[in-house]
């Protein structure tokens, strides 16, 4: 049966293995807490590349701090696991870099207040994380789903902003490339064809070769450890510099509303 997405109290919970409280203090409610691999478990349908070594990065970045048992064992409470799935949701639909999601967590920012803007229009962000291929759309589930009209979609793939893969004389387009189609869609409305992309082609190539100069060693490492880090922090990069763009892009708009 499915569930949503602040069942976190449903969760298999225990209680932390080691307690030295005095009689008086362990009367006092506290808490439930499950192991970083009962959260990774949990919380892996919302974010499929959630990882133990991402959450522990988290920790590292000083945005988690669970409890610890007197073995180093890390325990999460539910509210732990509210304020991770905050961390994550604001990487994911709102780009944003790791200092700033400490400062909105320290503003106040709450699961409620990600969930209720995610709840709206907001997509999931496509990842970089080494997947199964995913489901492929033909020409016309692209545009059934997206609303776009088929003369854009031609323009986007003769202009190379899409490019999809051939399979018995039919082109099929992957999931990331379906999302790109819709957000040409709506700027498609202002008079923004294929053509007026291509800057965003080159930018998105220029990008992409810089963070793979800064983590080239890391990601052709065989060590799979060694690579699934190197993996996340190209994530985080990527998260960084889009909050970048959107910075410099904003700083250029007012001058102009100005």
């Known amino acids: 049966m499915a569930t949503s997405e602040t069942d976190t109290p449903q969760l298999q919970v225990h209680e932390p293995v080691v307690d030295h409280a005095g009689p008086a203090q ?33 920790e590292d970045q000083k945005l988690l701090s669970p409890r610890r048992t007197q073995g180093g064992y890390r325990l999460y409470t539910a509210t732990d696991i509210q304020r991770l799935r905050t961390i994550l949701r604001l990487q994911r639909d709102e780009f944003l870099p790791l200092r700033v999601i400490r400062q909105e967590l320290a503003s106040g920012r709450s699961e409620r207040d990600v969930a209720a803007s995610a709840d709206g229009r907001a997509r999931p962000r496509a990842m970089v994380s080494t997947r199964e291929p995913g489901a492929l759309y033909s020409l016309e589930d692209v545009c059934e789903d997206t609303g776009a ?5 031609r323009e986007l793939v003769e202009f190379g902003v899409i490019k999809g893969e051939t399979r018995g004389g039919v082109r099929y387009f992957e999931d990331t490339e379906r999302e790109i ?32 100069s800064i983590l080239a060693p890391a990601l052709r490492s065989r060590n799979p450890e060694r690579r699934k880090e190197a993996i996340e922090a190209l994530e985080n990069l990527a998260t960084v510099t889009t909050h970048l763009k959107h910075l410099l892009l904003i700083r250029d708009l007012r001058k102009i509303a100005t």
Do not use: M, W
């Not at 362990?26 to 590349?49: M, N, S, W, Y």
């Not at 009209?149 to 979609?153: A, E, H, N, S, W």
């Not at 189609?181 to 064809?193: I, K, N, Q, T």
């Open 26 to 58: 362990a009367e006092r409610p506290r808490q439930k807490a499950v192991t970083i691999g009962a959260v990774c478990k949990a919380l892996h349908q919302e974010f499929p590349d959630i990882s133990i070594s991402k959450i522990r990065y988290l």
């Open 149 to 153: 009209d088929p003369t854009l979609v």
């Open 181 to 212: 189609v819709r957000a040409v869609s709506e700027l498609a409305r202002y008079g923004v064809g294929g053509r007026n992309l291509r800057v965003f082609r080159s930018s998105a190539d220029r990008e992409a070769q810089l963070l793979q």
